[in-house]
């Protein structure tokens, strides 16, 4: 159940993160949108209170290593607690080791990584004085196993995975739950980065080839999941990483 909880979403402007978004408002949250996309945002945050739900965007770049203490700065201020984050926001740059900058590595880690991290660190002590909280991180079916030609993207997101299983327990006597979720190829802008490829159709294709289930994932099929893991309905799941991924992990 979701239904009058606060939550923060980051990268909520585009792909999974909104879709996130409006599942969670669906269900009766009440939401926090992180993102650079000003326009986007605000129509979002239109979206989610023509709904019924109230909603905040607060434009930040997770780059900015004073913004996460801003983000819940604001979000307190305006609803007076937070109940579930969802750390979201994320890069991909491609290229094996030797054709990856020092920038390019250092960016993909800061932000898949290091914000997620200081992002948990900034809500952790409101969630630990209310004795309750819920984390879900986004990370990936290549947080699970290798991948060609992704090599910073993948170790980013193994990160996350080993993150969220020292955070949950690090945190679970603060009632604190801090699980990740583990999508493969999901139709979003970020699919378009990811491959080059004569047109977006022949990419789906090719990624569907790879997927046990015949094709790439929904938004909406990923964002229910993050709901399910933010809501009391996993109230004793902590620590996992939830594969999300029509079978790729399990071949």
């Known amino acids: 159940m979701l239904n009058g909880k606060i939550c923060i979403v980051t990268g909520a402007t585009s792909g999974i993160g909104s879709g996130t978004a409006l599942e969670l408002a669906q269900r009766g949250a009440d939401v926090v949108l992180v993102g650079r996309n000003v326009t986007r945002g605000a129509s979002l945050a239109a979206e989610i209170e023509a ?4 909603a905040l965007f607060i434009e ?10 801003r983000i819940v700065e604001k979000s307190l201020r305006h609803f ?3 109940d579930v984050l969802i750390n979201n926001a994320g890069v991909l740059i491609n290229g094996r080791v030797d054709e990856t900058s020092d920038d390019e590595w250092d960016r993909i880690m800061d932000i898949n990584l290091g914000s997620a991290m200081r992002m948990s660190r900034a809500v952790i002590a409101p969630m630990r004085g209310a004795n309750k909280g819920a984390i879900v991180n986004v990370a990936s ?14 170790v980013s997101k193994a990160a996350m995975a080993q993150l969220t299983r020292c955070m ?6 603060d009632g604190i739950r801090v699980n990740a979720i583990c999508p493969t190829d999901t139709d979003t802008p970020m ?17 569907a080839a790879t997927i046990p289930m015949g094709r790439v994932a929904r938004v909406d099929e990923i964002a229910k999941v993050i709901a399910f893991l933010a809501s009391d309905d996993a109230g004793f ?11 790729t992990s399990a071949q």
């Open 51 to 54: 709904s019924g739900r109230r």
């Open 60 to 69: 930040a770049d997770l780059a900015d290593r004073s913004a996460p203490d």
């Open 80 to 82: 007076g607690r937070i």
């Open 141 to 154: 079916d290549w947080a699970l196993m290798g991948a060609r030609g992704a090599v910073a993207y993948c």
């Open 168 to 173: 949950a327990l690090d945190h679970v006597a």
């Open 191 to 207: 699919l378009d980065l990811a491959y080059e490829g004569d047109g977006r159709d022949w990419k789906l294709e090719k990624l």
């Open 237 to 247: 799941m902590t620590g996992a990483l939830v594969p999300v991924d029509g079978g």
